[in-house]
């Protein structure tokens, strides 16, 4: 008989999870409170990548969700990803290097470009450093599209999505997590995850389970489409760009996004400012909108994935680096769940480990 799983949240972490347990045979229930694609999915940079985020253990993560990535892709139909590569130059030139030479000892060797190779590769930035790196095997994609495209995906082999439905509480019966309750009552499973984001300490804190996470804002500027100026993604200091499938150029201070601080029309118009006086072409494009997305981030900074020791019934998925991680985060989830299988790359993400408890 199949295992029933419902998965509460449906960004791209949760749709990844959805999938590979449907694709696993699983009977999967999706439950979203508000539309398909979650909350800080839609907010994200979506950057692709392992070139950033120490210490090795979490790199390695990275690099196996890369190739998972891949290997999706090529069983998906129209899941779109863009391995551009990116431009980096967004530490001083020492640790610049000193950064490079770690990544290289640990496999991913970054391509040492100079200001004429930058400008080959981005020929329409207006500002470029002696010299940068270019890290290859990375990529972009939409991220709310990516995420319905998995919806979508799961929902050809038998997955249900619940759009609009708020999870008040994790239902619990003889101290096990049975389902969750909503506005219709308790929806029975024989596991839930909780992939929902900002709203998974809440979630856990209802049948007694403490992680300690928190999520910073991060803004993002939107400019009007326009014709393509940018080949990849560019982080350079204090400005990370990349142009969206529909021409848009997004920005932040970083690829997390900018914390606006109060006043985000004022750092949008000044992000939108920065990319057209960098990119030419880019002159008097203009902000179109701009995104504050709320990144769920456990209180150490790297994820949280696995079983809570306090509890049997639930399982937890928790991570900024959600688009760089669902693919693997997805995989490593339904094995554990259906087989009782753990990646042992996970090792040091317990759920329960004492900087998050």
């Given at each position: 008989?199949?295992?029933?799983?419902?998965?509460?949240?449906?960004?791209?972490?949760?749709?990844?999870?959805?999938?590979h347990?449907?694709?696993?045979?699983?009977?999967?229930t999706?439950?979203?409170?508000?539309e398909?694609g979650g909350?800080?999915?839609?907010?994200?940079?979506?950057?692709?990548?392992?070139?950033?985020?120490?210490?090795e253990?979490?790199?390695?993560?990275?690099?196996?969700?890369?190739?998972?990535?891949?290997?999706?892709?090529?069983?998906?139909?129209?899941?779109?990803?863009?391995?551009?590569?990116?431009?980096?130059?967004?530490?001083?030139?020492?640790?610049?290097?000193?950064?490079a030479?770690?990544?290289?000892?640990?496999?991913?060797?970054?391509?040492?470009v100079?200001?004429?190779?930058?400008?080959?590769?981005?020929p329409?930035?207006?500002?470029?450093?002696e010299?940068?790196?270019?890290?290859?095997?990375?990529?972009?994609?939409?991220?709310l599209?990516?995420?319905?495209?998995?919806?979508?995906?799961?929902?050809?082999?038998g997955?249900?999505?619940l759009?609009?439905t708020?999870?008040?509480w994790l239902?619990e019966?003889?101290g096990?997590?049975?389902?969750?309750?909503?506005d219709v009552g308790?929806?029975?499973?024989?596991?839930?995850?909780?992939?929902?984001?900002?709203?998974?300490?809440?979630?856990l804190?209802s049948?007694?389970?403490?992680?300690?996470?928190?999520?910073?804002?991060?803004?993002?500027?939107?400019?009007?489409?326009?014709?393509?100026?940018?080949?990849?993604?560019?982080?350079?200091?204090g400005?990370?760009?990349?142009?969206?499938?529909?021409?848009?150029?997004?920005?932040?201070t970083?690829?997390?996004?900018?914390?606006?601080?109060?006043?985000a029309?004022?750092?949008?118009?000044?992000?939108?400012?920065?990319?057209?006086?960098?990119?030419?072409?880019?002159?008097?494009?203009?902000l179109?909108?701009f995104?504050?997305?709320?990144?769920?981030?456990p209180?150490?900074?790297?994820?949280?994935?696995?079983r809570?020791?306090?509890k049997?019934?639930?399982?937890?998925?928790?991570?900024?680096?959600g688009?760089?991680?669902?693919a693997?985060?997805?995989q490593?989830?339904?094995?554990?769940?259906l087989?009782?299988?753990r990646?042992?790359?996970?090792?040091?993400?317990?759920p329960?480990?004492?900087?998050?408890?």
């Amino acid at each position: 008989m199949a295992k029933r799983v419902i998965v509460i949240g449906s960004g791209i972490i949760g749709a990844s999870i959805a999938y590979h347990l449907a694709k696993a045979g699983a009977e999967v229930t999706v439950i979203e409170a508000g539309e398909p694609g979650g909350v800080a999915t839609r907010a994200s940079w979506a950057w692709i990548n392992a070139s950033w985020g120490n210490p090795e253990p979490y790199f390695r993560l990275r690099i196996r969700s890369i190739e998972h990535w891949h290997k999706m892709q090529s069983e998906i139909p129209g899941l779109a990803i863009n391995w551009c590569g990116g431009l980096i130059w967004d530490l001083p030139p020492e640790q610049l290097d000193a950064y490079a030479a770690e990544r290289a000892q640990w496999g991913q060797p970054l391509r040492k470009v100079s200001r004429g190779e930058i400008h080959a590769i981005e020929p329409s930035l207006t500002t470029v450093p002696e010299f940068g790196y270019f890290a290859p095997g990375e990529g972009m994609l939409e991220p709310l599209a990516t995420a319905e495209v998995l919806l979508d995906a799961a929902k050809a082999l038998g997955a249900e999505v619940l759009a609009e439905t708020p999870v008040k509480w994790l239902a619990e019966e003889h101290g096990r997590v049975v389902g969750v309750m909503t506005d219709v009552g308790v929806i029975h499973a024989d596991e839930t995850v909780v992939a929902a984001g900002a709203g998974t300490a809440q979630l856990l804190d209802s049948v007694g389970i403490t992680l300690k996470m928190s999520s910073p804002a991060g803004l993002l500027s939107h400019s009007k489409p326009a014709p393509k100026l940018l080949n990849g993604l560019v982080m350079s200091p204090g400005l990370h760009i990349r142009q969206t499938a529909e021409g848009r150029i997004v920005a932040g201070t970083d690829f997390a996004g900018a914390d606006p601080e109060g006043d985000a029309e004022a750092l949008a118009a000044d992000l939108q400012a920065k990319v057209e006086a960098m990119v030419q072409g880019a002159e008097g494009l203009g902000l179109d909108f701009f995104t504050i997305g709320f990144r769920p981030t456990p209180e150490d900074g790297f994820s949280a994935i696995g079983r809570p020791h306090k509890k049997t019934g639930v399982y937890l998925v928790v991570t900024h680096s959600g688009v760089t991680l669902a693919a693997a985060l997805g995989q490593f989830a339904a094995q554990e769940l259906l087989t009782g299988t753990r990646d042992p790359l996970l090792a040091t993400f317990s759920p329960d480990r004492p900087s998050l408890t």
